[in-house]
């Protein structure tokens, strides 16, 4: 999931329910959670219903939140976290993961360019077959 800004909401929902279904004992697949704002202190909505999910989680490494805090020290947008989270999300994809993004159009064509062209250098593919799996 790669939400930024108001973008998150919809993912509370998503991360809500499938924490529930842990808790009464359905299986569950992993959950990775991209989240860009301005700033920690100001702008990270849910952080703490996020966090408290994590914990609950946390024996079987279900949940991940990865922010990215644009506007504190070296900035990073939510595009520059995927990049750096990389392996994981081809990981995630390969075994079947699906990919939600939500939020402003431009930083949605951003992230899909940068799964597309990781995992094109991964996978040793031409762009043109990277444009047919988007």
């Not at 989680?57 to 504190?72: H, Q, T």
């Not at 070296?74 to 075994?95: C, F, N, P, S, T």
Request: glycine fraction near 10%; aromatic fraction near 8%; hydrophobic fraction near 45%.
């Amino acid at each position: 999931m790669v939400a930024a800004g108001t973008g998150i909401a919809p993912f509370r929902a998503f991360v809500a329910e499938r924490a529930r279904f842990a808790s009464i004992g359905r299986p569950i697949g992993e959950m990775l959670l991209f989240f860009g704002c301005r700033k920690p202190d100001e702008n990270f909505i849910y952080r703490e219903e996020f966090e408290g999910v994590r914990t609950a989680l946390e024996g079987n490494g279900l949940f991940s939140i990865v922010p990215a805090f644009s506007r504190i020290d070296d900035g990073m947008y939510v595009q520059d976290v995927v990049r750096r989270e990389a392996k994981h999300v081809i990981r995630l994809l390969e075994e079947g993961a699906n990919l939600y993004i939500c939020g402003r159009a431009r930083m949605a064509r951003e992230v899909g360019k940068v799964v597309c062209d990781t995992m094109a250098s991964s996978k040793g593919l031409v762009n043109e077959e990277t444009q047919r799996m988007e």
